[in-house]
């Protein structure tokens, strides 16, 4: 019955591709696209919650066990591992980088099993404790599910791409019930130069996201504060100073998780990785408590103003005996969630840094407006401060201002706080783009030979597969071999350009046809003159780990037209500006 009711829906979806045009398959996909997504945040929600219900609140009930939730981030890691090595070969890539990967080298293609596979791992990391968040994971599901849509359909890259996006936004809508934030998290962080047409299939899928959740979930188990205060001016200048220190601690927050992770990445033995993890985790947990999973209780918890419940079960918590020291403690918290979100992802686990950055920048708040109480400052909005310098941290992190300001307006219900909310997230936004031009997404993606702009032609180079556009068929001239050779070889060739190499393959130089035409109609240098007197020393090379822009001003320069590309000093083949250019001009018609 159930195959009968997936042969219908398919044979429906089939009809109404044939009965409709592009734009209305389009938006109808985005519907389809941006609910997948949704129900995918929710799903991973709700599996996380169970696990949490089941596994760590059992634990913690019982007074004698109430230290034995400290293996399970072990645990989650451990089988996350095995999950991805055993069922999945050791092929999911984590992060939004996959994504930005497959949409500048891949034609936006992902692979079907990330529709699935991101939910079930990083459910486990996170639901058994991880310190890392379900937003990014959730992002790759929804970008999977708009990738094989469309290519279940055979859209073309500029659609594929768009409903990429639109699954992306879907999710993030999902995983907040707020829409807005999906959208331009789409595209600040996703697409980079895509028209205003893009908006509307974003603005479907994200709804659609939106409206599942709000239907399924309750709003205990989404990320929602009722504001307590107003917005009052004359704390402009309170706002101005969180606004600076946002944007230091942001960079202290992506050098350190950067740092971290990069470290127990380079440990080679997954086994030794793993249990130092997982350990590290547990010593971590057991001092900090709050540092635990997501983290979004502990947000509410200081968004309500009870900071000493942070430490409860900690090894700490009889040490905090006054203000001033609950003050140093949650700042080493807000310290160590990099460490701690590093070492998660680092060690096997599954996750992401949207949840930690509200959770430093949550705490950031609270630090900053209790400190402005403790040392003589009345009526300090401390609610507002946490809630504002989330938007300051995510703004940041992950260069998404837009995202960071309506993310924050959705989930507290409304505009009150929009003022506070750019002058701290565009604040913040500068400071971490004067010393990290590229989010950290961004600059992975370039150590993998990628390169995203907002610059549309930048963009449209970057997706050029060099490699496959390097031409072989150019017949090779030993260097010792005489004009007799040469012209043997030139009478079997259609080209009029002619390598000349060692035995190896090393490159010395090249013939060209139309500079030995003379020598060609002498009969008498047939043996007389040899390829090492005819050639010339190229113009310049191009080596096969360049980047395009690289090669493209070395054509430039040169003024010609046809490249020899080489690994070292080893002859691999030519490649024409020509043809780089007509591969442009096919990318652009593509994009618009």
Not at 412 to 422: A, D, H, N, R, W
């Amino acid at each position: 019955m159930n195959f009968r009711k997936i042969n219908f829906i398919e044979k429906a979806i089939n009809w109404i591709h044939e009965k409709t045009n592009e734009k209305q398959f389009l938006i109808f996909s985005s519907i389809l696209v941006g609910s997948s997504a949704g129900l995918a945040a929710v799903i991973l929600k709700l599996f996380v919650f169970s696990i949490r219900k089941y596994f760590v609140e059992g634990y913690l009930l019982p007074f004698d066990y109430k230290y034995l939730y400290l293996i399970l981030p072990l645990l989650g890691i451990g089988l996350t591992v095995l999950i991805i090595k055993y069922f999945f070969k050791n092929q999911l890539n984590k992060g939004n980088t996959t994504i930005l990967f497959a949409i500048a080298k891949r034609s936006s293609f992902l692979p079907f099993h990330q529709m699935y596979s991101h939910v079930i791992t990083s459910g486990l990391t996170v639901g058994f404790g991880g310190s890392a968040g379900l937003e990014s994971p959730i992002v790759a599901t929804g970008s999977a599910i708009g990738s094989n849509f469309a290519r279940t359909y055979k859209l073309s890259y500029k659609d594929r791409t768009l409903l990429l996006a639109a699954g992306a936004a879907g999710g993030i809508a999902g995983a907040f019930n707020a829409p807005i934030a999906g959208v331009l998290f789409a595209l600040e962080v996703i697409l980079i130069d895509m028209s205003i047409g893009a908006f509307i299939p974003l603005l479907i899928a994200a709804a659609s996201g939106a409206l599942l959740s709000k239907i399924i979930l309750h709003e205990s188990d989404l990320l929602f504060f009722k504001l307590k205060q107003p917005f009052d001016y004359h704390n402009l200048p309170f706002y101005i100073l969180l606004g600076l220190l946002a944007g230091i601690v942001s960079l202290y927050y992506v050098n350190f998780f950067d740092k971290v992770e990069t470290k127990f990445s380079k440990i080679k033995s997954k086994f030794l990785k793993w249990l130092l993890g997982g350990i590290t985790l547990a010593i971590l947990f057991a001092l900090f408590p709050s540092l635990f999973g997501e983290g979004y209780e502990s947000i509410k918890t200081l968004s309500e103003f009870r900071a000493e419940d942070l430490f409860k079960n900690s090894l700490l918590e009889n040490f905090i005996n006054d203000k001033w020291v609950l003050l140093v403690f949650i700042t080493i918290t807000l310290l160590l969630k990099a460490v701690a979100t590093g070492i998660t992802l680092g060690s096997g686990g599954n996750g992401g840094n949207f949840a930690p950055s509200l959770f430093v920048g949550a705490y950031l708040g609270f630090v900053f407006s209790f400190f402005l109480t403790l040392i003589g400052f009345d009526n300090m909005p401390v609610s507002n401060f946490t809630i504002v310098a989330m938007a300051g941290i995510l703004s940041g992190v992950f260069h998404a201002p837009l995202t960071g300001i309506f993310l924050i307006a959705e989930i507290t219900g409304g505009y009150e706080l929009i003022i506070p909310l750019m002058i701290v997230s565009s604040i913040s936004y500068v400071i971490v783009k004067y010393f990290h031009p590229e989010s950290l997404d961004v600059k992975r993606l370039k150590a993998k030979g990628a390169i995203v702009s907002d610059n549309k032609d930048t963009s449209i180079l970057s997706k050029i597969d060099i490699k496959a556009m390097i031409e072989t068929d150019f017949s090779t001239i030993h260097f010792k071999s005489n004009l007799r050779d040469i012209v043997e070889s030139i009478k079997h060739s259609k080209r009029n350009t002619f390598p000349v190499v060692k035995k190896n393959n090393k490159l010395l130089g090249i013939i060209y046809l139309d500079n030995i035409r003379e020598e060609m109609f002498n009969p008498d240098l047939y043996d007389v003159i040899t390829a090492k007197e005819l050639m010339r020393k190229p113009a310049t090379v191009i080596d096969i780990s360049e980047d395009i822009f690289s090669i493209m001003k070395k054509f430039e320069e040169s003024g010609q037209w046809n490249l020899p590309v080489v690994e070292g000093e080893i002859y691999i083949g030519f490649l024409s500006k020509s043809s780089i250019l007509d591969m442009y001009r096919h990318e652009l018609l593509a994009s618009v």
